[in-house]
């Protein structure tokens, strides 16, 4: 597999993700994924198993409108390293703020991800982001332009 065929792959999965796609996300997951998640965060329990875990992101999509981007990739044989961002808007206030994180991403000799470790501070009142950092001068996304140099989502509606 190359480092194309996996930014394709966590393309399409952050598609599905942003759409609530389910069978766009589960075309890109092993049937027994794990998704670990950094605590103290919102739902940081790990979720197990490739359905349940598409079904927990259309979840998420639905409550609070996220959209994901793939900003950065680093790239080697059977794993992946992302910087993303989530865009999405708190229940509490209502506003569109952002959440930048990273994940490493594991996959099957198949190319689909086996595994997702996800490392995020999320903050309903405020962005989340590197300080003083030059997103827009390195191609990350920001407010007002949700894709990045090497993302742009499918523009498919949220799926019931």
């Known amino acids: 597999m ?3 065929d996996h930014l394709a792959t966590i393309s399409r999965y952050y598609d599905g993700c942003s759409t609530g796609d389910v069978d766009l996300m589960r075309q890109t997951l092993a049937d027994d994924v794990v998704h670990w998640f950094l ?3 919102p739902g940081s329990a790990p979720v197990r198993g490739g359905e349940h875990l598409a079904r927990y992101w259309r979840k998420v999509r639905g409550l609070i409108e996220a959209v994901w981007i793939v900003d950065h990739l680093l790239d080697g044989a059977t794993e ?3 910087e993303w961002t989530m865009y999405w808007t708190p229940l509490e206030s209502g506003l569109r703020v952002s959440t ?3 994940e490493w991403f594991a996959f099957a000799a198949d190319g689909r991800i086996t595994e997702i470790r996800s490392y ?3 903050h309903p009142d405020r ?3 590197l300080a003083g950092f030059p997103y827009p001068d390195r191609g ?3 407010h007002g332009a949700e894709h990045s140099r090497i993302h742009t989502p499918s523009s498919k509606e949220p799926q019931p």
Do not use: K, L
């Open 100 to 102: 930048r994180g990273a």
């Open 39 to 41: 605590a103290p965060n």
């Open 140 to 142: 990350y996304s920001r």
């Open 2 to 4: 190359t480092g194309g």
């Open 127 to 129: 962005d989340s982001e």
């Open 120 to 122: 995020y501070s999320q």
């Open 80 to 82: 992946a390293v992302i």
